[in-house]
């Protein structure tokens, strides 16, 4: 009986999935799945007090059915119990509170609501009390909504729409009276979703995008309203395209209004945006405000999972080919947003499948280096944010191990040691952290860089260095002498005692510590070595480090290597 009922709930014959489940229960009167599964049922049909009270009996075959306590809340929600509702959702987290989102989702749906009821509550009240803006709002619309006026009758309409519009009453006013039915208008609706319009469709299309401006900022109620509309999600991209400067500031500022809000960024997040990615990043060519702008919605955005996921769809044939002709031009576009858009790409490679894609394409890694190469001391403070953020996002993509990485390693590396004497200290760290993490890819590369003196250039950011610099520095110099004898001997040349490796084993960071530890034991195979570290502490260090200090594996055995060699080179 309950598979049955199941059948009847997933073809949408509720009344017929109650009478099974009822059936079920006159043979089990304690199972819990049938009185939830009813109740469920109940919820479809709006029946929300027989809802509850079988969400009260399913809690008492088992006090911690969360589905109960879920059905419940949204019973309670329906019949604007607020505060029943809330209770039911906290009862939920406290039951598992791994269900945290979902917790976040319900009481989130429940503050908006409220919000919605206490608002038209208000608003009634003031129309009553013989609101000005309230018969003015009514007016406008129906003269909007007369058929067969000229165009710029319905603009000038909007025009003052929108002026009255921009209270919370205002707002709650346009609302209650289908202020978001103006597109059933045919010559409203033609002018939005037209393909090429005239300059008097292009105001009018202006007025709307003000006037909706007006209608949804900080509520988040009319945004789900107007974003609920297939004609109105569907045609942002579009007008983001469009090629009309003044539309597409319009958009972007209507798109900002939800992209601020968590609530917001949920209602744009059920629209498809795989093309959105593609299309405010190319907004980075215009010089004007918009590039900020669409910046901004994309920071918004980037964070979110289900934008990241979206994204992979368009990131080769849509989003690569843009972003390395913008890089490639970098000194013709507007630098600062191109500097924000680079580190907005460098986060969504949060996700993994985005990351592996952009680190295979050749054609990312050689746009890359190419803006590196017109990087001398005395450009641009804009087109140095965009070598710093390419650095970064550089940093990124090298959690990926490829062949394509490989092939780069070398100028990779080349381009890094070159900016290692540049006047911005910011850069320089993440060119030594480029190189810590390229350089395993490539002993070509870490043979460039010896040769280039590497060595000497991170013994000097390790002695003068913040923490973050030293630990990309000893890093670096751990590759370094890993695989080469000469990278060995020119740490020994350039800091005889090895005072330098001696400090970093008494560094707070582990990771700092077990990379010195390394370099000391690779170090510590050339004939002298020993000798240079008579009179230190070193045996005491490396014996608290692989006696149990560090809490590191790997930290305690370069530790214990390092004391041995010690003790091989140097009995005494």
Same mark, same amino acid.
């Given at each position: 009986?309950?598979?049955?009922?199941n059948?009847?709930?997933?073809?949408?014959?509720?009344?017929l999935?109650?009478?099974r489940?009822?059936? &079920?229960?006159?043979?089990?009167?304690?199972?819990?799945?049938?009185?939830?599964?009813?109740?469920q049922?109940? *919820?479809? !049909?709006?029946?929300?007090?027989?809802?509850?009270?079988?969400?009260?009996?399913?809690?008492?075959?088992?006090?911690?059915c969360?589905?109960?306590?879920?059905?419940?809340?949204?019973?309670?929600?329906?019949?604007?119990?607020?505060?029943?509702?809330?209770?039911?959702?906290?009862?939920?987290?406290q039951?598992?509170?791994?269900?945290?989102?979902?917790?976040?989702?319900?009481?989130?749906?429940?503050?908006?609501?409220?919000?919605?009821?206490?608002?038209?509550?208000?608003?009634?009240?003031?129309?009553?009390?013989?609101?000005?803006?309230?018969?003015?709002?009514?007016?406008?619309l129906?003269?909007?909504?007369? =058929?067969?006026?000229?165009?710029?009758?319905?603009?000038?309409?909007?025009?003052?729409?929108?002026?009255?519009?921009?209270?919370?009453?205002?707002?709650?006013?346009?609302?209650?009276?289908?202020?978001?039915?103006?597109?059933?208008?045919?010559?409203?609706?033609?002018?939005?979703?037209?393909?090429?319009?005239?300059?008097?469709?292009?105001?009018?299309?202006?007025? !709307?995008?003000?006037?909706?401006?007006?209608?949804?900022?900080?509520?988040e109620?009319?945004?789900?309203?107007?974003?609920?509309?297939?004609e109105?999600?569907?045609?942002? =991209?579009?007008?983001?395209?469009?090629g009309?400067?003044?539309?597409?500031?319009?958009?972007?500022?209507?798109?900002?209004?939800?992209?601020?809000?968590?609530?917001?960024?949920?209602?744009?997040?059920?629209?498809?945006l795989?093309?959105?990615?593609?299309?405010l990043?190319?907004?980075?060519?215009?010089?004007?405000?918009r590039?900020?702008?669409?910046?901004?919605?994309?920071?918004?955005?980037?964070?979110e999972?289900?934008?990241?996921?979206?994204?992979?769809?368009?990131?080769?044939?849509?989003?690569?080919?843009?972003?390395?002709?913008?890089?490639?031009?970098?000194?013709?576009?507007?630098?600062?947003?191109?500097?924000?858009?680079?580190a907005?790409?460098?986060?969504?490679?949060?996700?993994?499948?985005?990351?592996?894609?952009?680190?295979?394409?050749?054609?990312?890694?050689?746009?890359c *280096?190419?803006?590196?190469?017109?990087?001398?001391?005395?450009?641009?403070?804009?087109?140095?944010?965009?070598?710093?953020a390419?650095?970064?996002?550089?940093?990124?993509? *090298?959690?990926?191990?490829?062949?394509?990485?490989?092939?780069?390693?070398?100028?990779?590396?080349?381009?890094c040691?070159?900016?290692?004497?540049?006047?911005?200290?910011?850069?320089?760290?993440?060119?030594?952290?480029?190189?810590?993490?390229?350089?395993?890819?490539? =002993?070509?590369?870490?043979?460039?860089?010896?040769?280039?003196?590497v060595?000497?250039?991170?013994?000097?950011?390790?002695k003068?260095?913040?923490?973050?610099?030293?630990?990309?520095?000893?890093?670096?110099?751990?590759i370094?002498?890993?695989?080469?004898?000469?990278?060995?001997?020119?740490?020994?040349?350039?800091?005889?005692?090895?005072?330098?490796?001696?400090?970093?084993?008494?560094? &707070?960071?582990?990771?700092?510590?077990?990379?010195?530890?390394?370099?000391?034991?690779?170090?510590?195979?050339?004939?002298?070595?020993?000798s240079?570290?008579?009179?230190?502490?070193?045996?005491?260090? !490396?014996?608290?480090q692989?006696g149990?200090?560090?809490h590191?594996? *790997?930290?305690?055995?370069?530790?214990?290597?390092?004391?041995?060699?010690?003790c091989?080179?140097?009995?005494?």
């Amino acid at each position: 009986l309950k598979e049955q009922g199941n059948e009847a709930f997933r073809a949408g014959d509720f009344g017929l999935a109650i009478q099974r489940y009822s059936e &079920g229960l006159e043979k089990l009167r304690d199972k819990q799945e049938l009185y939830t599964n009813r109740a469920q049922a109940y *919820l479809k !049909l709006h029946e929300y007090e027989k809802a509850i009270s079988d969400c009260e009996w399913a809690l008492k075959c088992n006090k911690n059915c969360l589905k109960a306590y879920f059905l419940m809340g949204k019973a309670h929600l329906a019949l604007q119990h607020f505060t029943e509702s809330r209770q039911c959702y906290e009862k939920m987290l406290q039951i598992d509170p791994q269900k945290e989102n979902l917790f976040k989702e319900c009481v989130n749906e429940a503050r908006l609501e409220e919000k919605r009821v206490r608002d038209e509550e208000r608003a009634e009240r003031e129309a009553q009390a013989g609101n000005a803006a309230a018969s003015s709002i009514q007016e406008l619309l129906q003269r909007i909504s007369s =058929p067969d006026q000229d165009i710029l009758y319905y603009t000038g309409g909007i025009r003052l729409l929108a002026e009255v519009v921009n209270t919370c009453t205002g707002q709650t006013f346009f609302r209650t009276n289908n202020g978001f039915s103006i597109l059933r208008n045919e010559t409203v609706r033609g002018a939005f979703c037209a393909e090429s319009r005239s300059p008097a469709e292009v105001e009018l299309c202006v007025s !709307l995008l003000l006037l909706w401006q007006a209608a949804c900022a900080g509520n988040e109620e009319n945004q789900r309203l107007l974003l609920a509309q297939p004609e109105v999600s569907g045609q942002l =991209p579009e007008l983001l395209s469009c090629g009309t400067a003044q539309m597409q500031r319009e958009t972007l500022a209507l798109i900002s209004l939800c992209s601020e809000s968590e609530s917001g960024r949920g209602l744009l997040l059920r629209q498809d945006l795989s093309r959105w990615l593609q299309i405010l990043m190319a907004f980075i060519k215009s010089t004007d405000a918009r590039a900020d702008s669409a910046m901004n919605i994309l920071s918004d955005l980037a964070g979110e999972k289900r934008f990241q996921t979206q994204c992979r769809a368009m990131l080769s044939t849509g989003v690569l080919p843009l972003f390395t002709q913008l890089l490639v031009c970098a000194r013709q576009v507007n630098q600062a947003a191109l500097a924000r858009g680079v580190a907005l790409l460098g986060s969504l490679c949060a996700d993994v499948g985005l990351r592996a894609q952009l680190a295979q394409s050749r054609e990312c890694w050689q746009a890359c *280096l190419q803006l590196l190469d017109g990087c001398p001391d005395a450009s641009s403070p804009g087109y140095q944010q965009c070598v710093f953020a390419v650095l970064g996002l550089m940093m990124n993509l *090298l959690l990926e191990s490829n062949g394509t990485i490989q092939d780069f390693a070398v100028p990779i590396s080349g381009r890094c040691l070159a900016l290692l004497n540049h006047q911005d200290g910011r850069i320089v760290t993440r060119a030594i952290g480029v190189l810590s993490r390229v350089l395993p890819a490539s =002993p070509s590369a870490v043979e460039e860089v010896v040769k280039g003196g590497v060595v000497k250039k991170m013994l000097k950011f390790l002695k003068a260095g913040g923490q973050l610099t030293c630990s990309y520095a000893i890093k670096t110099l751990s590759i370094c002498t890993k695989s080469s004898r000469t990278a060995q001997e020119e740490l020994l040349k350039w800091d005889k005692r090895l005072q330098v490796l001696l400090k970093l084993l008494e560094s &707070g960071d582990e990771l700092t510590v077990g990379n010195a530890a390394f370099c000391l034991s690779q170090c510590l195979q050339l004939p002298g070595a020993g000798s240079a570290l008579l009179g230190s502490s070193v045996v005491q260090l !490396l014996l608290r480090q692989a006696g149990g200090d560090a809490h590191r594996t *790997l930290v305690q055995q370069n530790s214990a290597i390092a004391l041995g060699r010690l003790c091989v080179a140097e009995p005494r």
